[in-house]
């Protein structure tokens, strides 16, 4: 990638003002070749293969955010899903697995990583049953460990056993972590249609066909789109739908470039310092794999999503018009970093996590933002019900109806979406949990009254949509 002189002035402004930041340099480390007929000999090889592999990941991220000064937040890992790497030791309970996962990610100095997670849209074998069942257990008792668990894709359907154990699986998890808000169920995600090379925790995984290692990237713009929207503003020029799309479209593309150039550095430097292997392992190289594109906000003041729908012209995030404004930025970011770079993955497009942005919970704090209009407004964004804070006394039924809304969205949209939700234990509705951090604080919102128990639990698949017969 040839930069030149403006370019790099631009992004250094960006940087001092506008609070743009690599938010995740995200090594990926297949683990197949680490399962063994026991838990204890997997573990040990798991341990041992991450240490060796990710042995300079963040020495070397740091050196390259000091030598470009741009910021990199977080230094995660993403692994093949533990699932899959348990199963053969026939274990009914792998908490162990994950509780090797978190000592070797505080022995590397990662923030995260991601990968105790499970495919299970058809139906669960013995080993995802055995990961799913060990969740809410491994998630209370690791810190770093993120998990998820796909529950439905367009071509397989909607896998309705496992969704209903999901919402027993995170009620269960918040009650172990109620002295925290019940904060390990922000380490969970269940997803329609899991990307394989998402940077982003928790849904961070290492899919089948990504190789041996490989470096993903996350960037976070939005000061940077919300700066130009205001600065267009300013300006005097007419200022249009078309203008706006338009100076959204430029801004993606300029945070694109410069995720691309961080973890093209990145990998680069690892390869040279191991004589062309990972870290310390010279028979395998680290490939620059993606950058994702999402706009993640943080709860920084002038980092929001919700800032830039109301820069745009609404009142609040939530009013009539906001799906509408959000469609048009989701799309015209993933334009502008198309053009920005050929590797483009992950989720890529805009993030609502509700607690990780300020102005989002000031949404909710007055009203103008709901459980319902954050299910219409995921219909056209990267993800879906993101850091969403509801009623400890919410049921596990009810939790699991609230995924299925969300899951249903993304199969039939052929889309990524998923859930992180929070039954706050001892919380009722309008009351606040402050995670702090990147997690922010959430307000707990209230979930419709009515029941669903008779459908939820019904069991069964719902079948893939007409669209899925595309062969």
């Known amino acids: 990638m040839a930069w030149d002189s403006g370019e790099v002035r631009e992004i250094l402004r960006m940087i001092e003002t506008e609070h743009l930041d690599v938010r995740a340099v995200t090594m990926g480390i297949s683990l197949r070749d680490t399962a063994a007929e026991s838990l204890e000999r997997t573990c040990a090889r798991v341990y041992e293969k991450l240490m060796r592999s990710a042995s300079a990941l963040v020495s070397t991220a740091q050196a390259v955010e000091a030598d470009y000064a741009v910021p990199i937040t977080n230094k995660r890992i993403s692994v093949t899903p533990m699932a899959l790497v348990t199963e053969p030791s026939r274990a009914t309970r792998v908490v162990e697995a994950a509780v090797t996962l978190d000592r070797a990610a505080s022995e590397l100095g990662v923030d995260y990583i991601g990968g105790f997670s499970a495919l299970v849209e058809k139906a669960m074998t013995a080993g995802d049953r055995a990961l799913v069942d060990s969740i809410p257990e491994a998630l209370a008792v690791t810190k770093r460990v993120c998990s998820s668990v796909n529950v439905a894709t367009t071509r397989a359907g909607i896998n309705g056993d496992a969704v209903l154990i999901m919402g027993r699986v995170i009620k269960d998890l918040a009650e172990r972590t109620a002295r925290e808000g019940g904060i390990g169920c922000a380490k969970l995600c269940t997803f329609a249609n899991i990307p394989d090379d998402n940077p982003f925790v928790a849904g961070a995984m290492h899919g089948l066909g990504e190789g041996e290692c490989v470096i993903n990237v996350g960037c976070s713009g939005p000061g940077v789109v919300l700066s130009a929207l205001k600065r267009l503003r300013a300006s005097g020029e007419p200022m249009n739908l078309s203008t706006v799309a338009d100076t959204i479209k430029r801004m993606a593309f300029k945070v694109t470039r410069a995720g691309e150039l961080i973890g093209r550095e990145v990998a680069r430097r690892m390869n040279t310092a191991a004589g062309g292997g990972s870290g310390g392992d010279a028979g395998v190289r680290v490939r620059f794999g993606i950058v994702d594109l999402s706009l993640a906000p943080t709860p920084a003041v002038g980092d929001s999503v919700a800032e830039i729908l109301e820069e745009m012209g609404l009142e ?97 949209n052929n889309k990524a979406t998923a859930v992180r939700i929070i039954p706050v234990p001892g919380k009722a509705a309008g009351e606040s949990v402050v995670y702090g951090g990147l997690l922010g604080e959430a307000i707990v919102q209230p979930v419709s009254r009515f029941r669903s128990d008779r459908f939820i639990t019904l069991g069964g698949r719902i079948p893939a949509p007409l669209l899925a017969l595309r062969n």
Not at 323 to 334: I, W, Y
């Open 316 to 412: 609040r995030t939530g009013a009539p018009g906001t799906v509408a404004a959000l469609a048009m930025l989701t799309d015209a970011v993933k334009k502008g970093g198309v053009m920005a770079s050929s590797h483009v993955g992950g989720l890529s497009g805009a993030f609502i996590p509700v607690s990780e942005d300020a102005r989002m919970v000031d949404a909710v704090r007055v009203g103008a933002l709901s459980l319902e209009s954050l299910v219409a407004m995921s219909a056209v964004c990267s993800v879906g019900l993101d850091m969403v804070a509801v009623p400890g006394d919410t049921s596990a039924e009810t939790l699991a109806a609230i995924i299925a809304d969300e899951i249903a969205i993304g199969v039939f």
